[in-house]
T-cell receptor, first 109, second 113 residues
């Protein structure tokens, strides 16, 4: 069965403390891997799409990387406003996304 | 560019009652999705439309859930009768026919009591 697993489930960091979130997948025929940010009471907000192993994308303090079996979301020198749930999703076949359970990130000032 | 619009934002109903949610996708997006997100979990696809045809409804509980997309634009998701386990956020998303520009609405939070 195609699966997407994110780790850790929750992560608490101090402001400025860099770390990485992991997304591993077993989907065959990957069309794209998506990262979303979700704030409480809101819908997921698009961050990145990665299409092939070795690809990297950056946005402010975030950098996403992709290998054949997993993706990492690196957060460099995070700020309290980076606190959110980060969702990973894989896309294959007829465009639908299959999501992991998310990582709840808390940045303490 | 206007985003994906959903209404209502919140709904509280008693079990066995019916409820309907509405979604207006981004203009020009041929594909529309309804996802269910239970607290603490990632979104799960319920149904996918391409224009006004159903592409995937394999995870839609068809004995109680129904959805339609008239004229290939707006969509309505209905639950009848609701169960306690239907309490969740119902997210609508849309994309181009090739799966680009995948954008989510703010969702409808349903509480079944």
């Amino acid at each position: 069965e195609d699966q997407v697993t994110q780790s850790p489930e929750a992560l608490r960091l101090q402001e400025g403390e860099s770390s990485s979130l992991n997304c591993s997948y077993t989907v065959s025929g990957l069309r794209g891997l998506f990262w979303y940010r979700q704030d409480p009471g809101k819908g997921p907000e698009f961050l990145f799409t990665l299409y092939s192993a070795g690809e990297e994308k950056e946005k402010e303090r975030l950098k996403a990387t992709l290998t054949k079996k997993e993706s990492f979301l690196h957060i460099t020198a995070p700020k309290p406003e980076d606190s959110a749930t980060y969702l990973c999703a894989v896309q294959w076949g007829a465009q639908k996304l299959v999501f992991g359970q998310g990582t709840r990130l808390t940045i303490n000032p | 560019e206007a985003g994906v619009a959903q209404s209502p934002r919140y709904k509280i109903i008693e079990k066995r009652q019916s409820v309907a949610f509405w979604c207006n996708p981004i203009s020009g997006h041929a594909t529309l999705y309804w996802y269910q997100q239970i607290l603490g979990q990632g979104p799960k696809l319920l149904i996918q439309f391409q224009n006004n045809g159903v592409v995937d409804d394999s995870q839609l509980p068809k004995d109680r859930f129904s959805a339609e997309r008239l004229k290939g634009v707006d969509s309505t998701l209905k639950i009848q009768p609701a169960k306690l386990e239907d309490s969740a956020v119902y997210l609508c998303a849309s994309s181009t026919i090739k799966g680009q520009g995948y954008t989510f609405g703010s969702g409808t939070r349903l509480t079944v009591v």
